[in-house]
């Protein structure tokens, strides 16, 4: 038996693949497991009871319940759903789309999946490519493409402010000179907030990636999984969400309290949209009903979005702050630096002294029941060792867990550091 190429890709280690593990894994009897390393979003008690609610409506109305779970929906999506979702931005941002303009996925990820693999692969003979104009980047994109060598990137740009923190910054010059140079380029991507950094591309930063997009005739992929208008994990005021025909937007349930539901939602030209639809159908008949029938009326009636602006942001908010003064206290005294949190569920610190890679921190870490994830995984798309002075001196530590936890994590964190600073 001999796996395919695109076998041997998709089943190979990959950090995903670890990071996932991790979450689902447990640590050695009587390690004390400080989560800090995946990306589950935090139980929100007023998130929760609204969803208990919606269910318990769906329970008690006629056939409502049985309904549901009897019928495949369509590969594009709940038809209601994608009707009632286009009217939902029409109001709110004023965009110009309808129903066949949004399709829906068993979640972002394989909505990346899907989007990644049409714009990029060999085309009439070439082999296009995905570019990532901010790296580092999501460590869910870095194994998503099908044919190897498909992804390429231009590393961020940094600037380090004198409150030991730092934030990425778009190199335009260099994102233009880039696609000036190489016509296979078939789109670029970015998540917005950045996942690992907590990094916002501000809204002249993605104007000019729309209009670099726009002159090359490439889309630009912009993935909203912490964005506006929901979850609306986003302490920056200058992210404004944004869609136009160069622009597909990909949006999810997950970190607005959903993410064993499976619901991607990604907003595109409608010929955009209906390719999505119909790779559904081939790689899963249809996306799941539930997340489009539990999110309908809220979304509808505006509650989903309050909860994201009244509940969810400041509930992440303070969890950062938080996190930022826990990382200042432990830290201090230490040469470290950290992202500005500007969004996202996410910190991202650079430890310039360590005396190892942070894969292996990693690993010493972990012995002591902390996970994270470290930062090599995140910088993908051009040459290993990946050339950005942060590549394997960063790691990404989700802040949104237990309190307790995260105090006793990013305390342990610090302790290493010193014992393995240069
Ligand atoms: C930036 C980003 N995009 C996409 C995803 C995938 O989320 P989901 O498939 O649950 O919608 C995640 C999950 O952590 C993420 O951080």
């Not at 979450?23 to 139980?43: E, K, T």
């Not at 980047?137 to 194994?143: Q, V």
Request: with cysteine; net charge negative.
């Amino acid at each position: 038996m001999e796996f395919s190429d695109f076998g041997t890709k998709l089943s190979s280690h990959s950090g995903i693949l670890q990071l996932m593990d991790d979450i689902a894994r447990p640590l050695p009897d009587g390690v004390r497991c400080r989560p800090l390393g995946g990306g589950n979003p935090a139980r929100v008690a007023q998130v929760e009871q609204a969803y208990r609610r919606q269910m318990e409506k769906l329970l008690s109305s006629g056939e409502d319940f049985e309904n549901l779970l009897a019928h495949y929906d369509s590969p594009q999506g709940r038809v209601s759903f994608l009707e009632m979702a286009a009217g939902f931005f029409r109001r709110t941002f004023g965009w110009n789309l309808t129903s066949a303009n949004i399709a829906l996925t068993n979640g972002s990820q394989s909505a990346m999946f899907y989007l990644f693999n049409l714009f990029s692969g060999t085309a009439r003979g070439r082999k296009k490519t995905i570019l990532f104009p901010l790296m580092p980047e999501y460590i869910g994109y870095a194994d998503q493409g099908i044919e190897e060598g498909t992804f390429v990137s231009v590393p961020a740009r940094c600037e380090y402010y004198g409150d030991r923190t730092f934030k990425y910054q778009l190199d335009a010059d260099a994102v233009s000179a880039y696609l000036d140079g190489h016509d296979e380029v078939g789109a670029m991507a970015v998540s917005r907030p950045t996942n690992p950094s907590g990094n916002v591309l501000t809204d002249s930063e993605i104007r000019t990636l729309a209009e670099l997009a726009h002159r090359h005739s490439i889309p630009l992929i912009v993935d909203n999984a912490y964005g506006l208008p929901f979850p609306d994990i986003v302490f920056t005021d200058d992210a404004q969400p944004v869609w136009n025909e160069d622009i597909i937007l990909s949006m999810s349930l997950s970190k607005i309290g959903l993410p064993s539901i499976r619901t991607g939602i990604v907003i595109a030209r409608a010929d955009i949209a209906r390719a999505v639809g119909n790779i559904n159908a081939i790689a899963a008949l249809a996306t799941g009903s539930f997340g489009p029938a539990l999110a309908h009326e809220m979304l509808e009636s505006g509650e989903l979005t309050d909860l994201a602006r009244n509940v969810v942001r400041p509930f992440y908010k303070e969890k950062a702050a938080r996190a930022e003064a826990l990382i200042r206290k432990y830290f201090e005294g230490t040469d470290y630096y950290l992202h500005r949190i500007e969004g996202s569920i996410f910190c991202w610190i650079y430890l310039p002294s360590l005396r190892i890679p942070t894969l292996e921190f990693y690993s010493l870490l972990m012995e002591e029941g902390v996970v994270t994830v470290p930062g090599e995984y995140f910088f993908f798309g051009g040459a290993v060792p990946y050339p950005h002075e942060h590549y394997d001196k960063c790691l990404r530590l989700n802040y949104s867990g237990d309190g307790a936890l995260v105090e006793e994590g990013i305390e342990i964190i610090a302790r290493k550091y010193r014992q393995w600073s240069k």
